[in-house]
């Protein structure tokens, strides 16, 4: 799957997703940090779901109706456990994010809003 990280994301978790076969690009490289919005359009227009640990995406997504091709946030997990945690969404719900679904990931829960 195809996957741009917010800065925020724990540049270790980039090594393992690719490692795992995912096609990931780390904003947390880029020579400037762009803002939320810039990064919700990268993403889309690359085709990436944006994982993150900020919840404005989604509220963005949401309230505001900025296109997106999916936002997975991380919540609640260590920096080290969140390629773990990312794996497992991708691993069970990949159409639905593929889809444009928004899900929220933490250890032993998981909701998800599917694309309107």
Do not use: Y
């Amino acid at each position: 799957m195809k996957l741009l990280l917010d800065a925020c994301i724990w540049s270790g978790a980039r090594d393992e997703l690719t490692s795992a076969g995912h096609d990931v690009l780390w904003a947390g490289e880029w020579p400037e940090n762009p803002s939320d919005e810039e990064l919700l359009r990268q993403a889309h227009q690359a085709g990436r779901v944006l994982v993150t640990l900020d919840k404005d995406f989604g509220e963005w997504a949401i309230l505001r109706g900025l296109r997106h091709c999916g936002i997975l946030r991380l919540v609640g997990c260590r920096a080290r456990q969140q390629a773990t945690l990312c794996r497992r969404v991708l691993t069970l719900h990949a159409e639905e994010l593929a889809a444009g679904a928004i899900v929220t990931a933490e250890p032993g829960r998981l909701r998800i809003r599917t694309a309107e």
